[in-house]
Protein backbone atom coordinates (compact mmCIF):
# COMPACT_ATOMS: atom_id res chain seq x y z
CA UNK A 1 0.00 0.00 0.00
CA UNK A 2 1.25 3.31 -0.84
CA UNK A 3 0.91 5.75 2.22
CA UNK A 4 1.87 9.32 2.81
CA UNK A 5 3.27 10.25 5.96
CA UNK A 6 3.06 14.17 6.84
CA UNK A 7 5.35 15.33 9.12
CA UNK A 8 7.67 11.77 7.63
CA UNK A 9 10.85 13.32 8.86
CA UNK A 10 9.55 14.27 12.29
CA UNK A 11 10.48 12.02 15.27
CA UNK A 12 7.47 10.33 14.98
CA UNK A 13 6.68 10.29 11.36
CA UNK A 14 10.42 8.73 11.09
CA UNK A 15 9.47 5.80 13.15
CA UNK A 16 6.10 5.29 11.14
CA UNK A 17 8.29 5.56 8.06
CA UNK A 18 10.47 2.45 9.34
CA UNK A 19 7.40 0.64 10.13
CA UNK A 20 5.34 0.63 7.03
CA UNK A 21 8.56 0.01 4.95
CA UNK A 22 9.57 -2.77 7.83
CA UNK A 23 5.93 -4.43 6.66
CA UNK A 24 6.24 -4.33 3.36
CA UNK A 25 4.43 -0.98 2.38
CA UNK A 26 5.39 2.40 0.16
CA UNK A 27 5.44 5.39 2.43
CA UNK A 28 5.74 8.88 0.92
CA UNK A 29 6.88 11.61 2.89
CA UNK A 30 5.07 14.82 2.80
CA UNK A 31 7.93 17.31 4.17
CA UNK A 32 9.29 20.41 2.54
CA UNK A 33 12.60 19.07 2.45
CA UNK A 34 10.76 16.51 -0.21
CA UNK A 35 9.39 19.32 -2.15
CA UNK A 36 5.75 19.66 -0.36
CA UNK A 37 4.75 22.62 1.65
CA UNK A 38 1.70 21.82 3.76
CA UNK A 39 0.99 25.14 4.58
CA UNK A 40 0.24 26.30 0.82
CA UNK A 41 -0.24 22.89 -0.84
CA UNK A 42 2.17 23.35 -3.03
CA UNK A 43 3.41 19.49 -4.33
CA UNK A 44 0.64 17.96 -2.79
CA UNK A 45 -1.25 16.47 -5.53
CA UNK A 46 1.51 15.50 -7.11
CA UNK A 47 2.99 13.84 -3.81
CA UNK A 48 -0.62 11.83 -2.99
CA UNK A 49 -0.73 10.44 -6.81
CA UNK A 50 -1.37 6.73 -6.10
CA UNK A 51 -1.66 7.22 -2.21
CA UNK A 52 -4.29 5.08 -0.35
CA UNK A 53 -4.08 6.21 3.28
CA UNK A 54 -2.54 8.97 5.14
CA UNK A 55 -0.98 9.48 8.27
CA UNK A 56 -0.70 12.97 9.29
CA UNK A 57 1.67 13.89 12.26
CA UNK A 58 2.61 17.10 11.21
CA UNK A 59 3.88 19.70 13.52
CA UNK A 60 5.04 22.99 14.36
CA UNK A 61 6.99 24.58 17.78
CA UNK A 62 4.93 27.30 19.20
CA UNK A 63 2.79 28.09 21.89
CA UNK A 64 0.53 30.73 20.68
CA UNK A 65 -3.09 29.47 19.88
CA UNK A 66 -3.25 32.11 17.06
CA UNK A 67 -0.09 30.43 15.14
CA UNK A 68 -1.03 26.94 15.98
CA UNK A 69 -4.51 27.26 14.63
CA UNK A 70 -3.66 29.29 11.40
CA UNK A 71 -0.75 26.14 10.77
CA UNK A 72 -3.23 23.44 11.52
CA UNK A 73 -6.02 25.00 9.70
CA UNK A 74 -3.66 25.89 6.97
CA UNK A 75 -2.13 22.38 6.64
CA UNK A 76 -5.45 20.43 7.54
CA UNK A 77 -7.51 22.00 4.76
CA UNK A 78 -4.63 21.19 1.70
CA UNK A 79 -3.89 17.95 2.73
CA UNK A 80 -7.63 16.82 3.22
CA UNK A 81 -8.69 18.55 0.06
CA UNK A 82 -6.15 17.27 -1.82
CA UNK A 83 -6.73 13.10 -0.02
CA UNK A 84 -10.37 13.71 -1.42
CA UNK A 85 -9.03 14.34 -5.05
CA UNK A 86 -6.08 11.54 -5.24
CA UNK A 87 -9.28 8.96 -3.83
CA UNK A 88 -7.61 8.37 -0.42
CA UNK A 89 -9.65 5.45 1.75
CA UNK A 90 -8.65 6.79 4.75
CA UNK A 91 -6.87 9.71 6.76
CA UNK A 92 -5.52 9.02 10.28
CA UNK A 93 -4.27 11.86 12.56
CA UNK A 94 -2.44 12.09 15.78
CA UNK A 95 -3.53 14.02 18.27
CA UNK A 96 -2.96 14.79 21.92
CA UNK A 97 -4.73 13.38 25.56
CA UNK A 98 -6.75 16.14 27.07
CA UNK A 99 -7.08 18.94 24.53
CA UNK A 100 -10.18 20.12 26.12
CA UNK A 101 -9.04 19.85 29.64
CA UNK A 102 -6.30 21.88 29.62
CA UNK A 103 -6.69 23.87 26.91
CA UNK A 104 -3.65 25.60 26.34
CA UNK A 105 -2.52 27.49 22.97
CA UNK A 106 -1.03 24.90 20.99
CA UNK A 107 -4.08 22.46 22.20
CA UNK A 108 -6.15 25.36 20.42
CA UNK A 109 -4.67 24.44 17.12
CA UNK A 110 -4.60 20.45 17.39
CA UNK A 111 -8.62 20.65 18.02
CA UNK A 112 -9.05 22.84 14.86
CA UNK A 113 -6.70 20.34 13.08
CA UNK A 114 -9.57 17.74 14.46
CA UNK A 115 -12.22 19.54 13.37
CA UNK A 116 -11.22 19.77 9.87
CA UNK A 117 -10.96 16.08 10.01
CA UNK A 118 -14.55 15.15 11.54
CA UNK A 119 -16.05 17.86 9.37
CA UNK A 120 -14.27 16.64 5.65
CA UNK A 121 -11.92 19.63 5.39
CA UNK A 122 -14.32 22.24 5.05
CA UNK A 123 -15.15 23.44 8.12
CA UNK A 124 -18.85 23.14 8.27
CA UNK A 125 -21.32 20.34 9.66
CA UNK A 126 -21.13 17.02 6.89
CA UNK A 127 -19.57 14.54 7.97
CA UNK A 128 -15.87 13.86 7.03
CA UNK A 129 -15.73 13.77 3.36
CA UNK A 130 -12.49 10.83 3.70
CA UNK A 131 -12.94 8.43 6.26
CA UNK A 132 -10.86 9.10 9.10
CA UNK A 133 -9.47 7.84 12.38
CA UNK A 134 -7.80 9.91 15.16
CA UNK A 135 -5.88 8.77 17.35
CA UNK A 136 -5.41 10.86 20.64
CA UNK A 137 -1.70 10.39 22.58
CA UNK A 138 0.00 11.52 25.53
CA UNK A 139 3.33 12.93 25.67
CA UNK A 140 6.21 11.05 24.68
CA UNK A 141 9.62 10.03 26.70
CA UNK A 142 11.00 12.53 24.69
CA UNK A 143 8.96 15.51 26.08
CA UNK A 144 11.59 16.87 28.67
CA UNK A 145 13.99 17.21 25.83
CA UNK A 146 11.58 19.23 24.48
CA UNK A 147 11.31 20.97 27.51
CA UNK A 148 14.73 21.63 28.13
CA UNK A 149 15.34 23.22 24.36
CA UNK A 150 12.75 25.86 24.62
CA UNK A 151 14.89 28.02 27.75
CA UNK A 152 18.52 27.01 26.78
CA UNK A 153 21.17 27.80 29.32
CA UNK A 154 22.01 27.23 33.05
CA UNK A 155 18.05 27.62 34.31
CA UNK A 156 15.44 24.89 33.12
CA UNK A 157 11.70 26.11 33.52
CA UNK A 158 9.78 23.27 33.90
CA UNK A 159 5.69 23.02 34.12
CA UNK A 160 4.19 21.64 37.14
CA UNK A 161 2.51 18.59 35.17
CA UNK A 162 1.04 14.94 35.57
CA UNK A 163 1.79 13.03 32.42
CA UNK A 164 1.67 8.94 31.30
CA UNK A 165 4.43 9.29 28.77
CA UNK A 166 5.05 6.62 25.95
CA UNK A 167 7.28 5.77 23.50
CA UNK A 168 7.65 7.64 20.46
CA UNK A 169 8.13 4.17 18.29
CA UNK A 170 4.91 2.79 19.97
CA UNK A 171 2.99 5.41 18.99
CA UNK A 172 4.15 4.80 15.33
CA UNK A 173 3.42 1.60 15.80
CA UNK A 174 0.16 1.51 16.47
CA UNK A 175 -0.83 4.53 13.65
CA UNK A 176 0.76 1.95 11.16
CA UNK A 177 -2.19 -0.58 12.48
CA UNK A 178 -4.41 1.99 12.36
CA UNK A 179 -3.99 3.03 8.98
CA UNK A 180 -3.78 -0.30 7.52
CA UNK A 181 -7.67 -1.44 9.35
CA UNK A 182 -10.68 0.33 8.83
CA UNK A 183 -11.39 3.89 10.05
CA UNK A 184 -12.42 3.93 13.30
CA UNK A 185 -13.65 7.94 13.86
CA UNK A 186 -12.28 8.26 17.39
CA UNK A 187 -9.46 5.70 18.44
CA UNK A 188 -9.01 4.32 22.26
CA UNK A 189 -6.95 6.84 23.72
CA UNK A 190 -2.80 5.67 23.75
CA UNK A 191 -0.81 6.12 27.13
CA UNK A 192 1.95 4.62 28.42
CA UNK A 193 2.41 2.40 30.74
CA UNK A 194 2.58 4.41 34.29
CA UNK A 195 2.26 7.95 35.52
CA UNK A 196 5.22 10.49 35.87
CA UNK A 197 5.83 13.76 36.96
CA UNK A 198 7.19 16.23 34.57
CA UNK A 199 9.58 17.51 36.88
CA UNK A 200 10.50 14.66 38.31
CA UNK A 201 10.97 13.12 34.19
CA UNK A 202 13.02 16.50 33.86
CA UNK A 203 15.47 15.55 36.34
CA UNK A 204 16.26 11.85 35.35
CA UNK A 205 17.41 13.25 32.15
CA UNK A 206 19.46 16.13 33.27
CA UNK A 207 21.00 13.56 35.69
CA UNK A 208 21.46 10.54 32.73
CA UNK A 209 23.66 13.03 30.56
CA UNK A 210 25.61 14.17 33.51
CA UNK A 211 24.04 17.81 32.98
CA UNK A 212 24.20 20.30 35.65
CA UNK A 213 21.13 22.83 35.14
CA UNK A 214 19.02 24.29 38.31
CA UNK A 215 15.46 23.43 37.30
CA UNK A 216 12.56 26.06 38.40
CA UNK A 217 9.16 23.86 38.58
CA UNK A 218 6.78 26.28 37.64
CA UNK A 219 2.70 26.35 37.73
CA UNK A 220 1.46 27.29 34.54
CA UNK A 221 -1.12 30.67 34.93
CA UNK A 222 -4.45 29.81 34.97
CA UNK A 223 -6.87 26.51 34.42
CA UNK A 224 -4.51 25.35 31.89
CA UNK A 225 -2.26 25.03 34.71
CA UNK A 226 -4.36 23.94 37.58
CA UNK A 227 -5.20 20.98 34.60
CA UNK A 228 -1.89 20.51 33.77
CA UNK A 229 -1.69 19.64 37.56
CA UNK A 230 -3.95 17.95 38.04
CA UNK A 231 -3.89 15.23 35.87
CA UNK A 232 -5.76 17.15 32.49
CA UNK A 233 -3.23 15.37 30.34
CA UNK A 234 -3.99 11.77 31.68
CA UNK A 235 -6.14 9.29 29.54
CA UNK A 236 -9.57 8.97 30.67
CA UNK A 237 -10.63 5.41 31.98
CA UNK A 238 -8.40 2.54 31.70
CA UNK A 239 -9.99 1.11 28.25
CA UNK A 240 -7.50 3.02 25.50
CA UNK A 241 -3.94 0.59 24.42
CA UNK A 242 -0.86 1.12 26.94
CA UNK A 243 2.80 0.94 25.99
CA UNK A 244 5.17 -1.28 26.96
CA UNK A 245 8.09 0.98 27.56
CA UNK A 246 8.42 2.81 30.61
CA UNK A 247 10.35 5.94 31.30
CA UNK A 248 13.09 4.36 32.86
CA UNK A 249 13.73 1.64 30.23
CA UNK A 250 14.12 5.01 27.46
CA UNK A 251 16.36 6.46 29.60
CA UNK A 252 18.26 3.75 29.64
CA UNK A 253 17.77 3.49 25.94
CA UNK A 254 18.56 7.95 25.62
CA UNK A 255 21.85 7.25 27.62
CA UNK A 256 23.44 5.81 24.46
CA UNK A 257 22.18 8.17 22.02
CA UNK A 258 22.95 11.48 20.69
CA UNK A 259 20.21 14.12 21.59
CA UNK A 260 19.90 15.49 18.01
CA UNK A 261 19.08 11.68 17.63
CA UNK A 262 16.53 11.72 19.96
CA UNK A 263 14.70 14.39 18.82
CA UNK A 264 14.42 13.20 15.36
CA UNK A 265 16.90 16.08 14.40
Not at 128 to 137: D, K, M, N, Q, S
Not at 144 to 151: A, E, F
Not at 186 to 200: F, I, S
Request: glycine share 14%.
Amino acid sequence: MRVAVAGGTGLVGRYVVQELTAAGHEPVVLARSRGVDLVTGAGLDAALAGAEAVVDVSNLETTRAKTAIAFFDSAGRHLLDAGARAGVRHHVVLSIVGLERVGLGYYQGKLRQEELVTKGGTGDNRAGAVPWTVLRATQFHEFPLQVLGQVPGPFAVVPRMRTQPVAAREVARHLVELVLGPPLGRAPELAGPRVEDLVDMTRRVLRTRGRRRLLLPVKMPGSAGTAMVEGGNLPTGSAGPRGRQTFDEWLAEYAGQGEKEVRGE
